[in-house]
């Protein structure tokens, strides 16, 4: 089971999101799982993405369709997998002691609370 699950939305910034997502495998204390969506870039992004984190979950889009599009694309990737692959904890009851609990959603605004 996984404890995150890491989204990031690339466009033409491949020495960027190198760093990135070497900064987030040399994380230690947490399982988690990284989905990349690429947002039509021109550059060596997706190149770089296949040679070097082949083990990544890429996502190419055809064109550019926003940051938050993008976001939700990476959502959807991860919701349709398995759910045993998730570690469950949504509910404070089941919140790890000491952690700070989920924040809830503000349904009029749509901000966390």
């Known amino acids: ?10 466009y033409n910034v491949a020495g960027l999101l ?8 040399e994380s230690v204390g947490l ?3 990284v989905i990349v ?4 870039s021109t550059d060596e992004s997706v190149a770089m ?3 070097k984190f082949p083990h990544v979950t ?3 889009s055809p064109q550019n369709i926003g ?13 349709a997998r398995p759910a045993r692959s998730w570690c469950g904890r949504t509910a404070a ?3 790890p002691a000491g952690a700070a609990s989920p924040r809830r959603r503000s349904h009029s605004t749509g901000c966390s609370a």
């Open 31 to 33: 399982t988690f799982d």
């Open 93 to 95: 009851s089941t919140w």
């Open 49 to 51: 993405m296949r040679e």
């Open 18 to 25: 190198e760093a990135c997502l070497n900064s987030v495998f």
């Open 37 to 40: 969506i690429d947002n039509a």
């Open 67 to 79: 940051f938050g599009a993008a976001n939700n694309v990476g959502l959807r990737k991860f919701l």
């Open 1 to 10: 089971m996984i404890d995150l699950g890491i989204v990031i939305v690339n």
């Open 58 to 60: 890429l996502g190419v």
